[in-house]
């Protein structure tokens, strides 16, 4: 009687630490976002892309948001960890507390 219900309290702390787990964050596709740079030295407005932008850990506005600082090259409180391969494509990876965006730069601009 003592022994099954040790075991059941094991099996259920076991169970409630399973649980407790941290799941994997998932990626989500974001799109695109398209932004007017300041006027070059010429005189000439440019424009920069994020493309296919990936979000881990946040919302797609956020990672828009992120992805649109980024290309205007205001990383802000954003950790720019460099590229990272995805396929066949090199991603700029941005980093912020586990949380992560990835985008393919199109165009001008760029983090720093």
């Not at 219900?5 to 964050?25: H, K, S, Y």
């Not at 493309?51 to 409180?77: E, P």
């Amino acid at each position: 009687m003592m022994r099954t219900r040790a075991l059941t309290v094991v099996v259920l702390a076991v169970a409630v630490l399973a649980a407790a787990a941290p799941a994997q964050a998932a990626e989500r596709r974001c799109g695109d976002v398209t932004v007017r740079l300041p006027a070059a030295s010429d005189g000439h407005r440019y424009e920069g892309a994020a493309v296919d932008i990936i979000a881990v850990g946040v919302t797609c506005r956020t990672a828009r948001r992120v992805a649109r600082s980024c290309v205007k090259g205001r990383a802000g409180r954003w950790f720019h960890r460099g590229y990272r391969r995805v396929g066949e494509w090199d991603y700029i990876e941005l980093e912020r507390a586990g949380r992560r965006v990835l985008y393919r730069a199109a165009g001008g601009g760029g983090c720093s």
